[in-house]
């Protein structure tokens, strides 16, 4: 709290002053013969009576106080324009699939950085970087919240590993002219090291609720090589790729995606039955054919899991991400300082107040309270 | 003459002319002697009162005047009226409007006294009793004692009752009709009630007239004050408020009551006197405590 008019408070010294004069008034002096009556007919006075001339007394100080309050104009908030700068961290990596938090990790944490992005403050400025595989600037510092909320809202999990710590670097490299600044993480996992941060300080909201790790495993087969004997007479080149995956914990869902060349051709659920699934999908010669997997409970491969282009078996030279999500307790973004408009005077309301009190006095005095 | 004596004689013509009657029997003239009254050289008459013997009625002059008097004889007992005028400080307050009803009073009553063929003894009383002057027979007596008491001036001492009894019944030789005008306002009611003991021990017969101001018995002035004690020093500031005052009235009146009850277990006549009402009312209210010989 600080004060616009500060020298009011030389109005204070109006309180000794009426104190004074209350003196001088009690000076009047009278002799008495029947002084020792007085003090018997007083003697039987009521507490309340007794402390009355103190209520009033303090009563009409208030008043004073209060006027005096209210010319010292006090703000009760900042003076000046408090802007901060702050970056969101959006993990949307394979791992954010997991359902484990309803209705997935990712789900949740969106929601998150939104409800984050509604509490900043009208001048603050915010960054939003999602990591999925490579973690990338969606949208840069700024102070307008509608490019933010777009893209919060359009982002999706990817199917892609990704390093949170690189992306918490970059934003505090995008933080580096920004004293102050922010880095809000949504991830299922706090990154190990935060010593690295130069000046940004970093809050991290977690979100999964497992005890175990969750299993969320890639397949890959690249690159579905060509067979000329095969291929010859037939026209279409299309093969069929079969993925078979066994499962050793209970996952309720497990969601498989098909991507031939980097691009999602399809998604699909994986129904086991007794531990096993399969999953077919069409491919052409030539593609670079990606299986993704997410399931929300410990989850294996099967050691024979392999991808089947017609009946040439070729084995899976890439596994990518068995076990890149750990299990995990979901944490809820800690509290943290939006920047500040400044505050007006509220010497309105002191003045208010005064005014308030003084008729309540003034009543007390008309109904005999006070004197 | 003194100013006080020229207001004196006004006021025994007053008082002759409103209330003469009732004054006569009690304090003055017939009261029970506890000497010899043996008395039988005429003295003087008076026109006959309401009470009086009727032996005494001068049944010859009657019938040759058509006078109804009674005749006074000399009595072998010096008859003699005390009267104690309170000079402590509280009977100063107010530009001593108590003292100097006091002191017209008792020279009023001196007055009538001398009259009676009485002699008279004024005593100024705080801590103490001293005597104004000395014993007054006849008028010319009479007038040097008023220029006396005229010229007293209030004492800075307290007032104490039992001191000043003790030390006036040391001086007394006979029981004497003894008045007293004094406030009575003492802070320890045990030293008035051991004066009017030791007074009724020494069968005196005592009459208290109690004298205040009508602010001392309805104050009407509230706020804050500062009370500075006359009588006992010491100061005390309050705050005075409407029920304060009520408060303190009812005070006032309990010890009104009280000094009542004092003054009649002592079988003294009292009576309550606000000086600063009128004086006819105020001769009302001694007239009404005369006939009726006690306190009320």
Same mark, same amino acid.
């Given at each position: ?16 002053i ?14 008495e ?29 208030a008043?004073?106080?209060?006027l ?34 309803q ?8 929601s ?16 939003l ?30 199917w892609?590993?990704?390093?949170c710590?690189?992306?918490?670097q970059?934003?505090?490299?995008m933080?580096?002219?920004?004293? &102050?600044? *922010?880095? /809000?993480?949504?991830?299922?996992? +706090?990154? =190990?090291?935060? #010593?690295?941060?130069? !000046? $940004? ?13 969750? &299993?969320? *495993?890639? /397949?890959?087969a690249?690159?579905i +090589?060509? =067979?000329?004997a #095969?291929?010859?007479? !037939? $026209? ?9 995956f066994t499962?050793t ?28 699934a ?34 040439e ?49 003034w ?9 | ?11 025994s ?15 003055f ?5 506890h ?9 003087d ?5 309401t ?5 005494r ?20 007992e010096?008859?003699?009226?005390d ?11 107010d ?30 009383v705080?801590d ?9 027979r ?7 004692l ?7 001036s ?16 040391n ?42 101001t ?34 303190y ?6 010890y ?41």
């Amino acid at each position: 709290m600080s004060w616009l008019n500060p020298e009011s408070a030389i109005g204070l010294l109006a309180i000794p002053i009426l104190c004074v004069l209350y003196l001088i008034r009690e000076r009047a002096k009278r002799q008495e013969t029947t002084v020792f009556l007085w003090r018997r007919a007083l003697s039987e006075r009521s507490a309340w009576s007794r402390m009355r001339p103190w209520v009033s007394a303090a009563w009409r100080s208030a008043v004073v106080v209060l006027l005096v309050l209210a010319m010292a104009a006090p703000i009760l908030g900042p003076r000046e324009t408090r802007t901060r700068d702050f970056v969101f961290v959006l993990d949307a990596t394979l791992g954010m699939h997991a359902t484990d938090v309803q209705p997935s990790r990712f789900e949740a944490a969106r929601s998150a950085a939104q409800e984050a992005l509604s509490k900043l403050g009208p001048l603050d400025r915010a960054a939003l970087i999602v990591v999925g595989g490579e973690p990338h600037v969606d949208v840069p510092l700024t102070i307008d919240r509608q490019p933010l909320e777009v893209a919060l809202h359009s982002t999706a999990a990817d199917w892609l590993e990704g390093d949170c710590e690189a992306a918490v670097q970059a934003a505090d490299l995008m933080l580096r002219d920004s004293p &102050g600044g *922010v880095i /809000l993480l949504f991830s299922a996992q +706090a990154p =190990n090291e935060k #010593s690295r941060l130069s !000046d $940004a300080q970093l809050l991290v909201a977690t979100f999964a609720d497992s005890p175990t790790n969750t &299993g969320v *495993v890639s /397949l890959s087969a690249r690159r579905i +090589a060509h =067979n000329p004997a #095969s291929d010859a007479n !037939d $026209a279409s080149p299309a093969r069929q790729l079969v993925a078979r995956f066994t499962q050793t914990g209970s996952p309720r869902t497990v969601k498989l995606q098909w991507l031939v060349n980097r691009e999602v051709a399809a998604e699909q659920e994986l129904q086991f039955e007794e531990g096993r699934a399969t999953a077919l999908f069409n491919a052409n010669v030539g593609d670079d054919v990606e299986v993704r997997l997410a399931a929300d409970d410990d989850f294996a491969l099967d050691d024979s899991a392999s991808l089947t282009l017609s009946s040439e078996s070729i084995q899976f030279a890439d596994v990518d991400g068995t076990d890149v999500v750990v299990s995990g307790q979901s944490n809820p973004l800690p509290e943290f300082e939006t920047g500040q408009q400044p505050a007006r005077p509220a010497h309105r309301w002191f003045f208010g107040l005064a005014l308030l009190v003084w008729l309540g006095e003034w009543l007390a005095f008309l109904v005999g309270v006070t004197e | 003459m003194s100013r006080l004596a020229e207001q004196t004689l006004d006021l025994s013509r007053w008082l002759r002319q409103t209330a003469g009657l009732n004054w006569r029997g009690r304090w003055f003239g017939e009261r029970p002697s506890h000497g010899v009254q043996a008395g039988i050289e005429a003295a003087d008459s008076r026109d006959y009162a309401t009470g009086d013997d009727l032996a005494r009625v001068d049944w010859n002059r009657c019938a040759r005047l058509d006078e109804l008097v009674v005749r006074q004889y000399f009595g072998s007992e010096l008859r003699a009226l005390d009267i104690w005028i309170d000079h402590s400080p509280s009977m100063n307050v107010d530009d001593g409007a108590k003292l100097q009803w006091a002191k017209r009073f008792a020279a009023l009553l001196a007055l009538q006294a001398i009259d009676q063929g009485e002699t008279v003894r004024i005593f100024q009383v705080a801590d103490d009793c001293r005597a104004i002057g000395g014993v007054a027979r006849g008028r010319p007596r009479l007038c040097r004692l008023l220029n006396q008491l005229e010229a007293s001036s209030t004492s800075a001492r307290p007032l104490q009752l039992a001191a000043a009894a003790r030390q006036y019944l040391n001086v007394v030789q006979s029981g004497p009709t003894l008045l007293i005008l004094s406030d009575v306002f003492e802070i320890e009611s045990a030293r008035f009630v051991e004066a009017f003991r030791l007074l009724s021990a020494a069968k005196v017969n005592a009459a208290l007239i109690q004298l205040h101001t009508q602010a001392e018995a309805n104050p009407i002035e509230t706020g804050r004050w500062k009370l500075a004690d006359v009588e006992g020093g010491g100061e005390q500031t309050v705050t005075l408020r409407d029920e304060d005052l009520a408060a303190y009235q009812a005070e006032f009146a309990r010890y009104m009551q009280g000094m009542r009850r004092v003054c009649h277990r002592a079988g003294a006549i009292w009576a309550r006197v606000p000086v600063d009402a009128g004086f006819d009312q105020v001769v009302r209210v001694l007239a009404g405590t005369s006939r009726l010989g006690r306190a009320r």
